[in-house]
C-alpha cells in the first residue's frame, strides 16, 4: 500500500512519523515541461493546507505549489536551487520540495489515494 497521498492541484504528501515531504507529482511535472527554477519558503515558515507553500517556474508556465497540509516547514530541498530538473527526473524521489512538520494529522484523510488520483488525471 503506498504511504503517498496527493491533492486535486497535484502535489503529494509522503509521511514520515510527524513530517510530510511535498512534492508535485510525476503527471504535474510531465504537464510543466522542463522545470527551469524552484522558489522555495524558509525553515521556519507557517503553511496553511491550500494556501501557497513554493513556485515552481518551467519553459512553459509558473505555477503555485500549495500545501497539502498545515504546519511547520521544517526542511527545504536546497539541491533544487542548483538543480530544478530534479522536479522533472525524479518528482517522488530527490524532486521533493518540502518537508512539513503535521499540525493536524487528521488533514491527510482529505487527500486521495493513488487509485483515486489516477481516476483524477484519466489514468
Request: charged content about 25%; glycine content about 10%; proline content about 3%.
Amino acid at each position: 500500500m503506498s504511504t503517498l497521498r496527493y491533492t486535486k492541484d497535484h502535489e503529494y504528501v509522503r509521511v514520515e512519523g510527524d513530517v510530510a515531504v511535498v512534492g508535485i507529482t510525476d503527471f504535474a511535472q510531465s504537464q510543466l515541461g522542463d522545470v527551469v527554477y524552484v522558489e522555495l519558503p524558509a525553515a521556519g515558515k507557517k503553511v496553511t493546507k491550500g494556501g501557497e507553500a513554493a513556485v515552481v517556474e518551467s519553459v512553459k508556465a509558473a505555477s503555485e505549489v500549495y500545501a497539502p497540509v498545515s504546519g511547520e516547514v521544517v526542511e527545504i530541498n536546497s539541491e533544487l536551487e542548483g538543480t530544478p530538473a530534479l522536479v522533472n527526473e525524479d518528482p517522488l524521489g530527490k524532486g521533493w520540495f518540502l518537508k512539513i512538520r503535521l499540525s493536524d494529522a487528521s488533514e491527510l484523510e482529505g487527500l486521495m489515494d493513488e487509485a483515486a488520483y489516477k481516476s483524477h488525471v484519466g489514468e
